[in-house]
């Protein structure tokens, strides 16, 4: 079987880890398309390299543009790679514009795509991921889900008949990275080293695009009485330069975007998180570290029923959110049991099988 990776942005290369690995031992062939959606050593090579990822086969190099010139971008480069690669299936990964641009170039020249991450929704139709996963979900073939609650959703949409129950490949990557970074240092900057800390990450556009919104929102991190280290996306350094405002502030501290080992390190020895990022509120949530999410919604709804996550779309109301008691325990796993890259293997040669 051969299959062919279409990814593009950070959170696709986590999600790939665990499939090359699972592909490869099962002895498929993989092609791995890089469209370049993401292209700083920080936001995409440090990932290939320390997850042990093999470089690409094809790389795209689409860059940042408006949504339609991007996504159009990588569809025009899509076409000429299926039609030299002919892979038995395209995989596509999340939500992103590298997600639906793949499941779309494929689809219209007839090669079957399955949809990893698929069934998961927030229903707030200004966020672009929204309708890159609706879409994606009914184009796909093959819609592999990562929890009972995504099933819902495709159930509903009337999907049921092509979606599997596969679990979250995070999941996968993540408990084998925490078991290897367990015991290292976590590369807190001298400022912070020995004191208690929280992790921020910021980048939906719904947050940083505001100026009013993205100044209220670093005011009440900055207002903390726990310094919060601020890992600090590109599109967020340059809104905040763009409104003239100050990062750097308070009790909050901005650092570059972590490597994935890095950042699960950092995480781990932290007191709390505090997110707009899916992925990061999932992590948070495997390693027990209480997550405040700065949004109104989550399509990760399993962490807050659980109590490990707090939506907190309101700045004014961030203090009280990250400083509420610690949640109950839990041994719950929604998200699976590490070994949802193999199903996802197994899903695929199956549904080739019946086709
Ligand atoms: C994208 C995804 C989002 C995902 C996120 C993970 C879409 C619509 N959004 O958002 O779902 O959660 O990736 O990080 O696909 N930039 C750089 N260097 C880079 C990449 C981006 O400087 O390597 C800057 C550019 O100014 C660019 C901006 O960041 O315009 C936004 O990048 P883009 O890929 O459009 O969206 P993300 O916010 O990263």
Known sequence: MKILSVVGARPQFVKLAPMAGAIAAAGHEHVIVHTGQHYDVNMS???????????????????????????????????????????????????????????????????????????????????????????????????????????????REGLAERSVLVGDVMTDVLLKVR???????????????????????????DNTDDPDRLRSIIAGLAGLETPTLLLAHPRLRARAADFGISLEQGTLHVGDPLSYPQLVRLVMAASGVVTDSGGVQKEAFLLRVPCTTVRTETEWTETVELGWNVLAPDPRHLSGAVNRPTPPATDAAPYGDGRTAHRVVDALQQALGAR
């Open 45 to 155: 090579e440090v990932f290939f390299r320390d997850l042990g990822i093999s470089a690409p086969d094809v790389h795209l190099s689409v860059g940042s543009a408006s949504h339609g010139r991007q996504t159009g971008a990588m569809l025009a480069g899509m076409d000429q790679v299926l039609e030299e690669r002919r892979p038995d299936w395209v995989l596509v990964y999340g939500d992103t514009n590298s997600t639906v641009a793949g499941a779309l170039s494929a689809v219209k020249m007839h090669i079957p795509v399955a949809h990893l991450e698929a069934g998961l929704r927030s229903f707030n139709r200004r966020m672009p991921e929204e309708h890159n996963r609706v879409l994606t979900d009914h184009a796909a073939d093959l819609c592999l889900a990562p929890t009972e609650v995504a099933m819902g959703h495709l159930a």
């Open 179 to 205: 078991d290897a970074v367990r015991g290292l240092p976590a590369g807190l900057p001298a400022s912070l080293d020995g004191r208690p800390f929280r992790v921020a990450t910021l980048h939906r556009p």
